[in-house]
């Protein structure tokens, strides 16, 4: 089994030990028997996509896979060639940060990129994004500057003094997003970006969590996998 690190270790432990471990191995299932010929995953009939293929990668990562799919990891890594390491990753998607930097740091959090890799100038911009009323930030964004912001030890001292507001701010623009039911953009994929990126960073008994966690269980399907949408 190839866990994510401390960060997860207690989750994992719960999950593995309790009542989601079939839920975390019929998803892994479904997964192995969806992957494509070229080691990726993607929306049926349009082939295999970096952005899915990666969110795939990382769950592998994060929760292990089952000895009778022992090549799924690398027949992935195939496809991605590099890919989750930061800096390949965002000269693969050019100016497309606000996609990029969420799934860099999703890597960061299971241990494929380190967190430097989600630079300090992207993170000085989200945050002052975060201070403008009228500004429009993805919740993925706000969680990976937040997740960025907690696990620098760069920051320590920024942290400490001046930037004791920072993490508040973060938290509550972004739980302002979150819909009554728990849902980020009225997306699972997104919910569960976020709630990776906040327990990462050891944000998991918040209420934005909490929450996500709860709606991600309610929106689970008979053979393992999620709708995309959500309401």
């Known amino acids: 089994m190839c866990l994510a690190g401390d960060a997860f270790g207690e989750l994992n432990d719960f999950a593995y030990q309790g009542d989601l471990s079939e839920v975390i191995v019929g998803s892994l299932h479904w997964l192995a028997e969806r992957q494509n010929a070229d080691g990726g995953w993607g929306e049926p009939g349009s082939g295999s996509t ?19 799919y022992a090549d799924l990891e690398s027949r992935a890594d195939g496809f991605l060639r590099g890919l989750t390491h930061g800096p390949n990753l965002l000269k ?32 000085w911009r989200t945050i002052r994004g975060a201070s403008g009323a009228g500004v429009a930030q993805r919740p993925a964004v706000i969680a990976a500057a937040l997740a960025r912001w907690r696990m620098s030890s760069h920051l320590a001292s920024v942290r400490r003094t001046v930037g ?8 509550t623009r972004l739980t302002s997003q979150q819909s009554p039911t728990g849902v980020f953009a009225n997306s699972l994929s997104e919910t569960a970006l976020v709630v990776m990126l906040l327990t990462s960073a050891g ?18 399907q008979p053979d393992g996998c999620w709708p995309e949408a959500a309401v």
């Open 50 to 68: 970096v952005e899915a293929t990666l969110f795939a990668r990382i769950a592998i990562q994060l929760t292990g896979v089952p000895a009778c």
């Open 92 to 123: 693969r998607m050019g100016r497309h940060e606000a996609r990029a930097y969420p799934l860099i740091g999703a890597c960061a959090a299971v241990g494929l990129t380190p967190w430097s890799h989600v630079s300090r100038g992207w993170l």
């Open 164 to 171: 004791r507001s920072v993490e508040p701010r973060l938290l």
């Open 203 to 220: 944000l998991r008994r918040t209420q934005a969590v909490q929450r996500g966690v709860d709606a991600l269980l309610a929106s689970i």
